[in-house]
């Protein structure tokens, strides 16, 4: 629904107020096996499949911290110093600047760092800029702050660009910042240089921070190298939010990161800083033994580790991309290029008892026991987002039961050969 404002300005509201864990719990509630096993193509833990497994070293380190004895207690609402300066290192590599340690403010895993950045940001009347479609613990964690979504469009026929003359216009005073994705979750995008530096020239010209979720850094399957929005902080102010979750497969350990990359120093005035480091009294620290075992793991440089898991979701991707060709009522706009999911639309038109996507994901489930997260979910309707982090068997069995399943209720059932 549109809400129109005084100053012009749209301000929509989705229908949905699900987190996607709350959605792909119902849609698990609704299945039917009958002798078919579920296989889950919606939630980002790839850690359920055994390719998709962390590396020893990164465990003995975390054990080597626990068995010391030296991190049962508290550590600084920030941080361990030396998990500071592992994560400003390691970040650093990728940036013209080095960041120090005291730009890093360690949190429990991207989520909290979601919420981190809302709450520094939030001010009476404010607003924040947000992709469409996009991840919604963004919009969750404003509405519990007080600061109001609006939505800008990603492009799916040009890569799922930012449209950015929708920015522009979406923005005012009251504006704080805008987040972009990047490698894009739900899009499976990677964004160029060029582009990011659009970004940020027109967060510049708005007088606005960007707010760069990075938790997929470095996942990348397509051409698009991975540029840190960090490259661009002299031009506009960066909060840049990672974890270790995705590259090291770790999500439950729940390690992640707040990072001003901001060379200049515009998000270093005192009173930013002392709102960053009240927040983290407020919330805590991660547990202490993972933080001590950061630096190890960093250390590790693990090349044929990271090696494996990107030739494996390239693998996976493209075994997705082929199939999707495959299935007459769905389309997708373009080949994933990085992170572990892609959108792909839905042709309801052709179907002939199929309302709209989310309609399609609880009969799907129903009927064939797969699991897809439906668009609406994420703010686009009539399309699902795919996860690609699986087993290949596994993802081949179930993209042919999606096929099965749009045969059966596709007007045009009887040309599927």
């Known amino acids: 629904m549109e809400i129109q404002k005084g100053n012009g300005v749209k301000e929509i509201e989705t229908p949905n107020n699900i987190t996607i864990k709350g959605m792909l719990g119902l849609l698990m509630a609704n299945t039917d096996a009958k002798g078919k096993k579920v296989i889950s193509l919606g939630i980002g833990d790839p850690t359920a499949y055994s390719c998709?497994?962390?590396?020893?070293?990164?465990?003995?380190?975390?054990?080597?911290?626990?068995?010391s004895a030296k991190f049962n207690g508290y550590s600084p609402t920030v941080g361990l110093p030396h998990t500071r300066k592992a994560v400003a290192e390691y970040l650093s590599r990728d940036l013209p600047y080095k960041l120090q340690d005291d730009d890093v403010y360690i949190t429990a895993g991207c989520t909290q760092a979601i919420e981190f950045a809302m709450s520094i940001l939030a001010k009476p009347n404010a607003n924040i800029l947000l992709p469409r479609p996009g991840f919604p613990t963004y919009?969750?964690?404003?509405?519990?702050?007080?600061?109001?979504?609006?939505?800008?469009?990603?492009?799916?026929?040009?890569?799922?660009?930012v449209d950015l003359s929708a920015v522009e216009n979406l923005a005012d005073q009251n504006t704080v910042a805008m987040v972009v994705i990047n490698p894009g979750n739900p899009c499976g995008n990677v964004y160029t240089y060029q582009h990011l530096k659009k970004i940020a020239e027109t967060a510049k010209r708005l007088g606005i921070i960007v707010i760069a979720d990075e938790v997929y850094a470095h996942l990348v399957v397509?051409?698009?190298?991975?540029?840190?929005?960090?490259v661009f902080g002299s031009v506009a102010p960066v909060l840049t939010l990672g974890s270790m979750s995705k590259r090291w497969l770790v999500p439950g350990w729940r390690l992640g990161w707040v990072v001003t990359s901001d060379p200049d120093g515009t998000l270093k005035s005192p009173m930013f800083v002392e709102r960053l480091k009240k927040y983290s009294d407020i919330c805590g620290a991660p547990a202490t033994?993972?933080?001590?075992?950061?630096?190890?793991?960093?250390?590790?440089?693990?090349?044929?580790?990271f090696k494996?898991?990107?030739?494996?979701?390239?693998?996976?991707s493209d075994i997705c991309y082929q199939k999707i060709k495959e299935i007459h009522c769905i389309s997708c706009p373009s080949k994933p290029e990085g992170a572990m999911a892609f959108m792909v639309k839905l042709n309801i038109l052709m179907m002939k008892d199929i309302s709209d996507d989310n309609d399609f994901c609880?009969?799907?489930?129903?009927?064939?026991?797969?699991?897809?997260?439906?668009?609406?979910?994420?703010?686009?309707?009539?399309?699902?987002?795919?996860?690609?982090?699986?087993?290949?068997?596994?993802?081949?069995?179930?993209?042919?039961?999606?096929?099965?399943?749009?045969?059966?209720?596709s007007f045009q059932q009887n040309s599927f050969i």
Request: negative net charge; contains cysteine; charged residues 20%.
């Open 222 to 230: 397509g051409a698009n190298p991975f540029v840190p929005m960090g």
């Open 362 to 409: 609880f009969k799907l489930a129903k009927e064939e026991s797969v699991i897809i997260l439906p668009g609406i979910a994420v703010g686009l309707k009539n399309w699902i987002r795919i996860m690609f982090a699986v087993e290949q068997s596994s993802l081949e069995e179930a993209l042919e039961r999606v096929k099965s399943f749009c045969q059966r209720h």
């Open 289 to 305: 033994f993972i933080q001590a075992a950061v630096p190890a793991i960093f250390e590790q440089q693990e090349e044929v580790f």
């Open 139 to 161: 919009e969750l964690c404003a509405a519990f702050r007080h600061v109001v979504p609006r939505y800008f469009d990603l492009l799916p026929e040009q890569g799922w660009e």
């Open 308 to 316: 494996k898991t990107i030739n494996i979701l390239k693998q996976t």
């Open 52 to 67: 998709f497994q962390t590396t020893s070293a990164a465990q003995e380190a975390v054990v080597d911290a626990l068995r």
